[in-house]
């Protein structure tokens, strides 16, 4: 008789060990106990017809198939074979048999069949102080999951707003090049019309004139502007402006001289350009003077009418 383990020892150096998938050591008068470790890669061992009292192979975790018929004394401890191992041959082996009698099949035991009906997975207990942490850390996901749906969810509204705000951003491109349009459109027909009654407005303008003094704080009382009181307003006001501002200016008169002259057809589109004319104009200066330019131009309208109605009579 030769003992199991000193005879694997001198038999199985470790580097041989690693590349064996079979191992067969039957008939060879082992005794004693049997640790099989190194085997990396052992798919199959059979180690029957000896006298082996104890057999370790928990650590071989490829093994398959596991033939240990005829060591009548042998224990194995089934709950620490492989769980990659699916036949056990043990007949001759009483205690082994007597273990997995209701799992035979043919030839051989059904190991598989064997661990899930006797093996529990087990749950892990948890202290006080570890279900506190997993709570804690099941909490902190749920909020971080919690911010990133409404990080999500701001992201969309911002680039909703985002869109919202291209969108105006076209309108008003294509209105200012509408407005420039009816700009050119009516500037062109004011200025080969012969039919006009009112003159340009830039007409009225006497740029040669020295500017009003800059101590006003509000403009000539426009109840009795005349044609040089409505030139003194203009000045009064553009001594005050920047360049955009006189830009803004000089786009209101303009706009304001062609709603004046406009036939029927054309004065619902020139009544908003007149509009929009106006609200730009509101931003440089105030309200109150440019209500007294749009009652100064009024009257110089209604002076000039006059006098021409007074020639016609003639």
């Not at 180690?47 to 928990?58: D, F, I, M, P, W």
């Not at 529990?120 to 902190?140: C, F, N, Q, R």
């Not at 004319?277 to 003077?289: D, G, M, P, Q």
Request: with cysteine; charged share 25%.
């Amino acid at each position: 008789m030769v003992g199991a383990q000193e005879w694997i020892k001198e038999s199985y150096v470790p580097k041989e060990r690693k590349s064996l998938t079979e191992l067969i050591i039957s008939y060879l008068s082992l005794e004693g106990e049997l640790t099989l470790e190194g085997f990396i890669s052992l798919k199959k061992l059979d180690c029957s017809h000896n006298q082996l009292t104890k057999l370790v192979v928990s650590k071989l975790s490829p093994l398959v198939e596991l033939r240990c018929s005829n060591n009548k004394s042998l224990e194995l401890e089934l709950e620490d074979l492989p769980e990659s191992l699916e036949k056990i041959y043990c007949q001759g082996c009483p205690q082994l048999e007597e273990q997995l009698a209701h799992y035979k099949k043919n030839d051989y035991y059904d190991y598989q069949a064997w661990r899930s009906n006797n093996i529990k997975i087990k749950t892990p207990s948890l202290s006080s102080k570890d279900s506190h942490s997993l709570l804690s850390a099941v909490t902190k996901s749920f909020q971080k999951s919690n911010l990133a749906e409404e990080i999500k969810s701001l992201r969309e509204e911002l680039n909703e707003v985002k869109e919202k705000i291209v969108g105006l951003q076209n309108n008003l491109l294509l209105q200012s090049q509408e407005l420039a349009a009816i700009r050119q459109k009516f500037s062109s027909f004011s200025q080969s019309s012969d039919k006009k009654i009112v003159p340009p407005i830039s007409s009225l303008f006497d740029f040669s004139s020295p500017p009003l003094s800059r101590n006003y704080s509000s403009p000539p009382p426009y109840r009795e502007t005349t044609t040089s009181g409505l030139v003194q307003l203009v000045q009064f006001i553009k001594i005050r402006l920047d360049a955009h501002g006189i830009e803004l200016l000089d786009d209101f008169l303009s706009t304001q001289e062609l709603l004046a002259t406009a036939n029927d057809r054309n004065r619902k589109v020139l009544q908003r350009t007149y509009e929009l004319a106006r609200v730009e104009l509101v931003t440089v200066i105030s309200e109150k003077e440019v209500s007294a330019l749009e009652t100064a131009y009024q009257a110089e309208n209604n002076q000039l009418i006059a006098q021409v109605e007074q020639r016609v009579s003639y």
